[in-house]
């Protein structure tokens, strides 16, 4: 639990504060910093290319460097960024940060991907995987509560210093942490730390069922997800809703979050990780479809649905490519996961945008997240119905 739970915070730190905490607190440094809306845009696309850029460089040279340095190396990076955020007036300052932090985030993720399938017990793997990503959401909640609590009282500067004070703490935490983990003596097999080259990797990705799944999942969710965020205020202000409406639907999708991460990981270890991608991917398009059916009176269902399935999917995910192959290589499909996840997302807001200029309206965005929600639940099916006889066929050729 100490490990999860030191993961968890770093997930915290490293997501909830170095990628989202600057889209919470625009609004309020805006009264100091000339942020206008192409500068955000400019934001938008560069942290995307830079974590796809991490993930990609994670994927491709990680299993070189140990993940215990390379999560103490982006937490400490991390860290001393926020605090200097504390400090800045120049907006292009502030854009350098945050192009750096959002890089930090994606090799922090990663390597924490590979430290808990090395040294987590592989009936608690996904558990351990599914709640230390739910961190994210816990970064949601402390975003809002910074905002609330903190920015009234001593200004939105003093945000930025209690999270790189928390990531000092965490930092600190982790370490520990980690040379407990390396005095344990339990032998590992070669296979546990088997990387893969370049070549192999991708060769991997596209020839090889796991592997291939996991990817095209990342970016399908990653085509739904992250229009779904981006236009869903705007929607909303297009259906001349209340804009509180959108505040109740973040509020929710982060509370379900925080639970859904323990909660779907424990499913996925006791039942597999078809059944819980059944499950969450099922919630999602649910709520999708209400949401879709009727915007009004299931917004906060669609929040919930959204929560359900975006923070613990990661955790899911690696949990069930790390049953087919080692930690390392783990870490490098997950790496390339987060790739194909950015690129969906990109494709997704393009797609979304001109939809919008043709047609004037978002409604026609909402049902495709929505046709490729319920196409998330199909691939669940298929794996939840392929995934014994695909274990039971790898196990009878071990004991041969």
Known sequence: MRMTTTFGVNQVISHGFGVFLFAAMVPLMQESIAISHWYL??????????YLGGAMLLGLIGHRI??????????????????????????????LLLTCMAACAAISWGAIVELITRYA???????????????????????????????????????WVLAGMLGAVTVILTFFLLKSLKRRTATQSADT?????????????????????????????GFATMPFSTWLNTYLAELMLPSALGGYTWTMSGVTGMAAGFLSGKLADSKGHGVALLIV?????????AFVYDPASFAVLAGFGYGLMYFPMWGIIAGWVNQHYSSTATMQINGIGMVTFGFGGALGNFLSGFIRDISGSLEGVYWIITIDAMLLVVIAIYIYLTEGRVDHSVTAADSC
């Open 41 to 50: 845009a400019t934001i938008g696309a560069l942290t995307q290319l830079s």
């Open 281 to 289: 991917f099922g919630g999602f398009a649910l709520s999708q479809l």
């Open 121 to 159: 017990r592989p009936a608690q793997c996904s558990t351990c995987l599914s709640t230390a990503s739910s961190g994210t959401a816990w970064g949601y909640g402390l975003n809002g509560l910074l905002i609330l609590l903190v920015v009234p009282l001593l200004g939105w500067r003093s945000s």
């Open 193 to 221: 730390t088997t990387a893969l080259s370049a070549k192999q990797l991708f060769s991997v990705i596209l020839r090889e069922r796991a592997a291939f799944f996991a990817c095209l999942i990342c970016f399908m969710v």
């Open 66 to 95: 140990d993940s215990g340095k390379l999560v103490l190396i982006t937490g400490s990076l991390t860290s001393v960024l926020l605090f200097i955020m504390a400090t800045l007036d120049d907006p292009m300052l502030v854009l």
